[in-house]
């Protein structure tokens, strides 16, 4: 990075170690090559605009009326439809998109491919910085000196 450019990675950097000293939950050291990692990481979601929730899906139908040919043998179905499905108050919500707002819509499902990108980025990246979680495999053992009840199966908590 030259000029303007590695100015602004430098502030982003300063900004989100003071961001993380100033929240007290976590102190970290970041090596140059994670501070560099952290702030192309930055740089890219600052550049990312507005994205929409779920995933985008094509698919072919049946219409169910006994003479259409998508009834046929073999079936020539109705489509390709453009389906956007997500989750809305619990429950999952599909609709159907029509050709112009699919192509509107089409920027804003890959910026938030993209978002998702980065965070699993962030989240590599942190996980190099505070070290590796517990297994998924590992067991939960009780404090020395615990009474355990058996009648209770144990649970794990991370």
């Given at each position: 990075m030259?000029g ?9 950097v ?8 100033d929240?007290g ?6 090596s140059?090559e ?20 779920g995933?985008l ?10 003479t259409?040919?998508?009834?046929a043998?073999?079936p020539?179905?109705?489509?390709p ?16 998109l ?11 499902f890959?910026n ?34 615990t ?12």
């Amino acid at each position: 990075m030259h000029g303007a450019d590695a100015r602004v990675s430098v502030l982003e950097v300063y900004y989100f170690q003071e961001m993380l000293a100033d929240s007290g939950e976590f102190e970290v050291e970041l090596s140059k090559e994670q501070q560099a990692v952290l702030a192309r990481i930055a740089a890219d979601l600052a550049r990312t605009g507005l994205a929409l929730p779920g995933s985008l899906s094509e698919g072919y139908y049946r219409c169910g009326r006994a003479t259409c040919r998508c009834v046929a043998d073999p079936p020539q179905l109705h489509g390709p439809y453009a389906m956007w499905t997500r989750k809305a108050n619990n429950r999952t919500v599909t609709r159907r998109l029509a050709e112009p707002e699919l192509s509107d819509y089409r920027p804003l499902f890959d910026n938030a491919k993209r978002l998702r990108a980065l965070i699993a980025e962030l989240q590599e990246l942190t996980l190099s910085v505070v070290g590796t979680p517990p297994t998924s495999g590992a067991k939960c053992r009780p404090a020395a000196g615990t009474k355990v009840d058996s009648s209770h199966p144990p649970t794990q908590s991370w």
